[in-house]
């Protein structure tokens, strides 16, 4: 398996004059510092594929042992095609990927381990809250159904870390191609699911913590869960 961290974006709302995933955090941590440690707790460091873009140089030698992936038209697309690229590399594979800006507790990631050997795609959700203006998904026969902001009565929200199984790769890759440049990754699952009948399983982390930094707000949530 290979793993992904998408941290190509501007990450404009937050105001760094830097990438977001080198935010620093009060636990003496960046952001993209705490998910190499975390998922280097569970898999190989050597797996993890980094997808930069805006100011690229500052993320690669802060992190030299990661793989490295350019978008180079970073500044006028979203994330639908960063992960397209990154899949293209890795078509091979199945693939862990998650969002540049997501700080979570190490001790999630055990959630995944029977989803990853049984082969099963999922997307990580939090059912104890449903912002309007975050990722909904709601469901159909036990598995996702509709995924993106504008989903009408949420179940709950995609927290940004995601698995898509060896077989539905290259399934997920053509809907990822179809996308158009500022759509969001979740995009190419809602396509793939209403067309392929790819089935996604929504798996519930609410119980970890795990919170997407996109405002100076959030990051204060974070740096008061996340202190040690």
């Not at 003496?28 to 050597?46: A, R």
């Not at 979203?78 to 800006?101: E, I, M, P, Q």
Request: include cysteine.
């Amino acid at each position: 398996m290979k793993i992904i961290i998408l941290a190509a974006g501007i990450g404009s709302r937050l105001g760094n004059p830097f990438p977001k995933p080198l935010t620093p955090l009060k636990n003496g941590k960046t952001i993209m510092g705490m998910q190499v440690e975390n998922l280097g707790n569970h898999y190989s460091v050597d797996d993890i594929n980094v997808v930069v873009g805006f100011k690229k140089d500052l993320i690669m030698e802060r992190f030299p042992e990661l793989i490295y992936i350019y978008n180079p038209f970073f500044d006028r697309t979203n994330t639908s095609k960063s992960l397209l690229k990154a899949l293209k590399k890795n078509r091979h594979s199945a693939v862990l990927w998650l969002n540049g800006d997501v700080v979570f507790d190490d001790e999630l990631l055990t959630l995944f381990k029977p989803y990853i050997e049984k082969g099963k795609s999922f997307v990580a959700v939090n059912t104890d809250k449903v912002a309007d203006e975050e990722v909904k998904y709601t469901l159909k026969n036990g598995y996702i159904h509709a995924l993106s902001k504008e989903v009408k009565n949420g179940l709950g929200e995609a927290v940004g870390i995601n698995y898509i199984a060896k077989d539905d790769v290259a399934c997920f890759i053509k809907r990822l191609e179809e996308c158009d440049d500022n759509d969001y990754f979740e995009r190419g699952l809602e396509i793939a699911i209403a067309e392929d009948g790819l089935k996604v399983s929504a798996l519930d982390i609410s119980k970890f913590d795990c919170m997407e930094v996109d405002f100076k707000e959030d990051l204060e949530s974070v740096n008061n869960i996340f202190h040690k």
